[in-house]
């Protein structure tokens, strides 16, 4: 994506706030046009002020000085103060956008970015790069306006001498464009580098238990210090970039301050001009320097901010997970019946596929499991029922309807999943238990005591008000697993999916566990997928799953006295 293109893009978010932008722009022109009147007003001062008879008041003056310096510093922060006002709401709508981006994207984007890197795009990089932005336009807008009046108050003066400085631009522009280029390349592999630090400081804090038992702390610090120092260079290099266009371009402007210096000495020497008209064209020149030394630094923000936002552009530009249904469930009205016929399934990059011609019934209120070695395809079979992955062919079938013909908000309402891989957010147990739903307290309980967790619950000071902590930090495995399960028999929805649900929990916590499940028995869809076999004893039907396939179905009883596989592995763990 071309900077020209990511410029167009950020510029669609202040637009809606042009209103703010306006009234600074307008702000920063008056800021300026009060500029000139310095110069000009030395002009008056000395061709008139050194005369017998000044011709005005005296204290005229001070007050003259006081009162353009007051009116200019007080417009310049009019300027700044609403340009950025209009900035921020860019950045809360950048960021709205770029949550809605990850939040609807397609799972591969979440195979390829860790939480620690995604939290920083949509956090960091709208802040960064509109502050960048933000920063430099208020500069270019201020020194730009500044700058343009003093040169129009010039061609006033002398518009001969003032032309004649023109004469430089084409060499500035070359130098501009040149130092440019060095300073995007270098910019871009700066970001890139700091991107990846990201990836390295989220796998370490995700992973310190892992690096702490494997003793890869040296190892690990290593690896930082060595994309840090990659960092480093390149943001030195970045700098010596962007350092190089000040004096660069400054010495190019100096040829055209010396010309005209040397031509309005030589036309003063001939007394074509007064004191007076020289002083305030050499004022008015020498202020333009300053602004024109702020203008050329703007380039290396510039660029930094454009390489920020393609960032997040190209972010919110990731493909949005495919759902092509559009027919809506009535949660009230889905009975929960599930069905596999020839379905299968192949993830991209691999050969073999998880699903290999599945087909299997789940009826609607009944109770069945699916069991098998790992790899055999469990948790992609769930996985499918909840169209987080399409088939490649076959179909999966919700009473009656193919689930691709249903949006998939639609089709997940019906679902309320437990799985191996407990996820809790940093707020109360209440807050966790009825998560994205309305609160009621009672139901919250119920489901608490259903998931035995009500006894640790009271024990707590602040009760059902307690915090957890990130991804429930301050609870133990097992309290952990058991606040999953009371959020999943709160949400009440029509199908139940248990995936290895009680297998951090003790043998009695099991039991009761178990005791609130099997009471939904007809009432629910309940699908288990366990290792421990004897935790789906009771199932209405067990498939037992291989290579992505069914190769057993059946009782408990059935397939014990079948003597197959599942009969292999409950000798097995039997005997463990």
């Not at 950045?91 to 939040?103: C, F, K, P, Y």
């Not at 631009?169 to 300073?183: E, N």
């Not at 024990?459 to 058991?482: C, F, H, I, T, Y």
């Not at 397939?559 to 763990?573: D, E, F, K, P, S």
């Amino acid at each position: 994506m071309s900077l020209k293109t990511v410029a167009k893009r950020l510029l669609s978010y202040v637009l809606p706030h042009k209103a703010g932008v306006s009234l600074g722009v307008v702000c920063f022109f008056l800021s300026a046009a009060v500029e000139p009147l310095v110069p000009a007003l030395l002009k008056v001062l000395l061709d008139s002020g050194f005369k017998a008879e000044l011709g005005f008041p005296l204290w005229v003056v001070p007050l003259a000085v006081i009162g353009l310096f007051a009116v200019r510093g007080l417009l310049a922060f009019c300027g700044t103060y609403l340009f950025n006002w209009s900035v921020s709401h860019a950045v809360l709508s950048l960021r709205s956008d770029l949550m809605r981006a990850v939040m609807r994207a397609d799972a591969s984007l979440y195979n390829r970015m860790s939480p620690g890197v995604a939290a920083a795009k949509v956090i960091n990089d709208p802040q960064t790069a509109t502050a960048s932005l933000s920063r430099a336009l208020t500069t270019a807008l201020r020194d730009g306006t500044t700058f343009f009046a003093l040169l129009g108050y010039l061609v006033y003066l002398n518009w001969k001498l003032t032309l004649l400085s023109l004469i430089i631009m084409p060499l500035l522009a070359f130098v501009v464009r040149k130092v440019q280029r060095r300073v995007l390349s270098v910019g871009t592999q700066a970001y890139e580098s700091q991107i990846r630090l990201v990836r390295i400081v989220d796998d370490i804090s995700r992973a310190w238990r892992v690096v702490r038992t494997f003793d890869a702390g040296e190892f690990e610090r290593k690896r930082f210090d060595a994309e840090a120092q990659r960092l480093r260079r390149t943001t030195l290099k970045n700098v010596a970039a962007a350092a190089t266009m000040t004096p660069l371009t400054q010495v190019v402007a100096s040829l055209g301050v010396a010309i005209i210096l040397t031509l309005a000495l030589v036309e003063a020497h001939r007394g074509e001009a007064t004191v007076g008209e020289f002083v305030a064209f050499i004022a008015a020149l020498l202020m333009t320097i300053s602004p024109m030394r702020h203008l050329t630094d703007v380039m290396q923000p510039i660029i930094g901010g454009l390489i920020g936002a393609r960032a997040c552009f190209e972010l919110m530009d990731t493909p949005a997970e495919p759902d092509p249904g559009t027919r809506e469930l009535d949660p009230a009205q889905c009975r929960g019946d599930i069905r596999f016929d020839q379905v299968q399934i192949v993830y991209p990059g691999s050969e073999q596929p998880a699903l290999r011609d599945l087909t299997m019934h789940i009826p609607a209120g009944r109770t069945i499991a699916l069991v098998g070695p790992s790899g055999s395809g469990k948790t992609t079979a769930v996985n499918a029922m909840l169209g987080f992955v399409a088939p490649s062919s076959g179909r999966i079938q919700l009473d009656g309807l193919d689930i691709q013909e249903i949006r998939k908000t639609s089709l997940r309402r019906q679902f309320a999943v437990v799985s191996q891989d407990i996820v809790l957010f940093d707020g109360s147990i209440a807050e966790n238990v009825a998560y994205a739903q309305a609160p009621d307290r009672p139901r919250i309980e119920a489901a608490l005591r259903a998931a035995n967790l009500w006894d640790f619950v009271q024990a707590q000071p602040e009760g059902l008000d307690a915090n957890v902590g990130a991804n429930g930090s301050k609870l133990s495995g097992g309290q952990r697993q058991r606040l999953a399960i009371a959020r999943a028999l709160y949400k009440d929805a029509r199908i139940w999916v248990f995936d290895e649900a009680t297998s951090a929990l003790d043998t009695e916590s099991e039991r009761i566990v178990q005791q609130s499940i099997e009471q939904w028995h007809g009432e629910k869809t309940l699908v288990l997928i366990a290792h421990r076999l004897s935790t789906v004893r009771n199932a209405d039907c067990i498939y037992v799953l291989s290579d992505g396939r069914v190769v057993e179905s059946g009782r408990h009883d059935e397939l014990m006295a079948q003597g197959g596989l599942y009969a292999g592995m409950v000798r097995a763990q039997a005997m463990e």
